[in-house]
């Protein structure tokens, strides 16, 4: 059987996934997030489509006029990057979809946890610490937010003040007790 030259075939670039994976959610589907979180996702959304994208499309229409293409690294970069808009548009655009907007200043005042929820806890070595419970595509850990669907937004949620919680661990269960909780204040419309 004849062997076909390894110059014919095409290589994979794993850049290239048409379909990227999008982060679990939970059995259900439901994507929570926060007021500001969804105006952050939609502004990116509005950005890549009324920006940024017609900017590179207009970079590689002039690169693709210079001649060849094959070593035209204006070229091949602009198509790279519009492939990457284009995934993050579709990304974007099915998150927003399912978003279920919920205001955490609806529960301003209260002690028990819920979504959008600043909690302070200690655990059972007294480390005081606090972290704000967010959606999934908003949650940012350098700023102390976790996702609704980590574990220890998971051992909080419905927890109240004063409550002592176990918390699994990769070291194993700890125990950790709630000493306050926070939402934001309403703003005044």
């Known amino acids: 059987m004849p062997r076909m030259s390894k110059a014919f075939t095409k290589e994979q670039d794993g850049d290239d996934d048409d379909e990227v994976a999008l982060p679990p959610l ?11 979180g969804y105006a952050r996702l939609r502004g990116e959304l509005l950005s890549l489509i009324d920006d940024e994208r017609p900017r590179v499309v207009e970079t590689v229409h ?14 091949l970069y602009g198509k790279k990057r519009l492939r990457e808009i284009d995934r993050r548009i579709r990304f974007l655009t099915r998150r927003l979809e399912i978003a279920e907007i919920t205001d955490p200043s609806l529960h301003h005042g209260g002690e028990q946890v819920f ?9 059972q ?4 610490r606090s972290v704000t419970i967010k959606g999934i595509d908003e949650a940012e850990g350098a700023r102390g937010e976790v996702s609704w ?3 220890i937004a998971r051992t909080l949620l419905r927890a109240r003040v004063g409550d002592v919680l176990s918390l699994p661990t990769p070291a194993g269960v700890q125990e950790i007790e709630v000493l306050a909780v926070r939402y ?3 703003s005044a419309q």
């Open 26 to 36: 939970p059995a259900g589907g439901r994507n929570y997030i926060t007021p500001q």
């Open 62 to 75: 002039w690169a693709a006029k210079n001649g060849d293409r094959s070593e035209n690294g204006d070229y």
């Open 115 to 123: 979504f959008g929820a600043t909690v302070t806890y200690v655990d």
């Open 125 to 128: 070595d007294g480390a005081e």
């Open 149 to 151: 669907i980590s574990p």
């Open 184 to 186: 934001p204040a309403p």
